[in-house]
């Protein structure tokens, strides 16, 4: 790739990639009934060219966030803000002064999730690399997910559940840290499982209550309130027949697993872990059509920020796997956790610590004067369950 430039492959293959997945070069609008649908207008996405005077290096040899200068790495102009009339991606490749470059990324949720990003990546990728077409033909195909006439919400939701905060006080001091669990720390918390659950419990659903739990104590939340822990599951193969392999579109739920307060500090981490695997076992396509029902009678509620975490694991997304002719990325995955109002959302993503050993990063976003008790929680409950 000498002497080639990595903005002008990237926009180039972005263009013509754009051509097969079009809606993402249109732009969001509202109906009157409430409803968003797309306006194919080909205004395109938004492409920001930047040069920064720095090396790869300069970031640490352990790639992780918070990263320096993010507001520089993926400027967000005001004309890119908001849901609607609204660029649907905003895309940002920075050079480097060692010859590595960055590539950034904001994008529409409504659109696409986190599947269908990669699929529209990795066809960007492959364009860059000389393809002249998508390997996997991009589908659109949103009537997969229609609701039904009349409406039928046949599951308790609560998820969506409209709840009151006795805490009326909102924090504005958050903080940015991420945390690194190798397979020692990862032996470590599975140890503390009875045999048969620690041998069939995911490293996701293990890791997910251990820092639910640990959240949960340093939050210091009363003990009589509830608290949920809200894991995102991919549905495309919850459907029969399942969804073909190029659709892009969101297709994701995020059941809530649900408990007192007290109960989860005080009980064994299989207690959490039970609740985990629950809550994500009840993910069907019923369960999907349930969801589309109620967004329809509803009105589009949105999920419940009390006393509330969102979790979403990129591990086997793909994020550094994609290749756009330089190789493939040394960190691939999410740059800040937490979502506008919603802060408490925390994303696990494949890395590598100073040592150069293959773990997951658990990004998460907490007031100042929380982050520390829940590192001392991380740390302590691994010695003393």
Known sequence: MVGKDPVQT?????????????????????????????????????FIEADADVTLLQFGHALKPPFPCFQELLYQPPASQGITDTPIFLIQVTRLKCGGFIFALRFNH???????????????AEIARGAKQPSIQAEWRRELLNARDPPRVTFNHREY???????????????????????????????LLPSDLEQHATTFEVLTS?????????????????????????????????????????CFAFPAAVSGAGELCEKPLEYAVGLVQKAREKVSEEYMQSVADLMVSEGRPLFTVV???????TTEAGFRDVDFGWGKAVYGGM???????????????????AKGEEGILVLVCLPKQVTKAFAKELDHNMLHP
């Open 307 to 313: 006393r509330s975490c969102l979790v979403l694991d």
């Open 10 to 46: 990237i926009k180039h293959a972005l263009a013509q990639t754009l051509v097969f997945f079009y809606p993402l070069a249109g732009r969001l609008k509202e109906a009157s009934d409430g409803k968003l649908a797309v306006d194919c207008n080909q205004q395109g996405v938004m």
């Open 110 to 124: 409504a659109m696409v999730d986190g599947v269908g990003l990669i699929r529209f990546l990795s066809t960007v």
């Open 335 to 353: 740059a800040i956790a937490g979502a506008g109002a919603f802060p408490a959302v925390n994303f696990h993503v494949p890395s590598q610590n």
């Open 210 to 250: 251990y820092v639910w739990r640990c959240r949960t104590r340093a939050l210091q939340i009363d003990p009589e309130e509830d608290v949920r822990m809200m894991c995102i599951v991919d549905a495309r193969g919850k459907f029969n027949p399942p969804f073909p392999a190029g659709y892009y579109g969101s």
């Open 161 to 191: 559940e409209q709840l009151s905060d006795s805490n009326d006080v909102v924090p504005t001091d958050l903080e940015q840290r991420s945390f690194f669990f190798g397979a020692t720390e990862i032996a470590a918390i599975r140890s």
